[in-house]
């Protein structure tokens, strides 16, 4: 379910994080200490929350509330006014009750992360979390951000858990650069029901995210392959930058021909490039990826044109391998391939 705007215990901006500031980056000593904290806590990718995990402090409005009273409070005993010992008690029980519910709108959820799946370095990876409520009670606006030690303009996810059910909450992490990642820490609060308190938690997720390299926009065409023993030294591409064995489609070619695995998958990806296989000759070369004589300028370069080439290749189904500085990835086709093929560009 949706929260309307108008409700107090949710932020009107979704960039902005209740009690932090977003108008510049933070402090070192900030930096520091939420750094040291964030060690403390273990990781794991069940959290179930409880009074020793979850916190609590007056929000803005909070302080501003107190401040309230207080002034109500020294004016009735000034004025000996009976009326304003009611209306100062009548505001500072409701406050005490919003404070209670507030942090037990948090407590006894339970956190689940599902492990993310790889990305590219300079994408988002999208972290899927489930909220599981046991309790009888509904828990309204709880929000859920990524903690990042170096960024304090996080975005908060909003959502409703039911009573004894749950609830998907999806949220997204830049991830800068390849290889292995640890999971940021994740922050889930709420203001419900009055915006007074802020009651929030601190979770580590013990999965890992693996980033493979970014890939070139606009590779030059794949390299010719390597003739196989018993064969004449026939090029895998030909002059029309089309490879033996398969080529694009063309009006007119037999149904029989068509690639139906590649055509499913380019439809189910909104795209109508279809395959055909070449009837007039077989594949007499190997298709190997050379970090060698890929003919980028810079180590990186080299791994993003090899990364491109990956893709490239698969999508053409073809069968291809993969040199690496100190290891060898034997020819091979399917998911499975591409996947150890971009894992070894990710670690290289």
Known sequence: MKLTAHLPWRQRSEGAVPGVSSGGPLTRGRRALRRWFHSRLPRTDTLALTHRNVYILPTRPGWMLGLTLLLLLVASINYQLNLGYLLTFLLAGSAVVGMHICHGNLRGLSLHLTPPAPVHA???????????????????????????????????????????????????????????????????????????????????????????????????????????PGHAGASVVRSSGEFDGVRAYRRGDPLRSVVWKKAAQSFAAGRDDLVSRDASSSQRSLLWLDYATCGAPDPESRLSRLTAWVLQADRLDLVFGLRLPGREIPPDSGPSHRARCLEALALC
Not at 142 to 171: F, K, R
Not at 204 to 227: F, N, Q
């Open 122 to 228: 300079g994408d988002a990876a999208r972290l899927d979390i489930r909220l599981a409520n046991t309790s009888r009670q509904a828990r309204y606006g709880i929000a859920l951000t990524v903690t990042d030690i170096g960024d304090d303009t996080a975005h908060l996810t909003w959502t409703d858990v039911p009573a004894q059910s749950g609830a998907e909450v999806h949220t997204a992490w830049q991830v800068t650069r390849r290889g292995w990642h640890d999971l940021p820490a994740l922050s889930a609060s709420t203001l419900f029901p009055l915006g007074t308190f802020r009651v929030w938690t601190v979770w580590r997720p013990a999965s890992r995210l693996l980033a493979y390299p970014k890939a070139e926009l606009h590779p030059p065409p794949l390299p010719a392959g390597e003739p196989q």
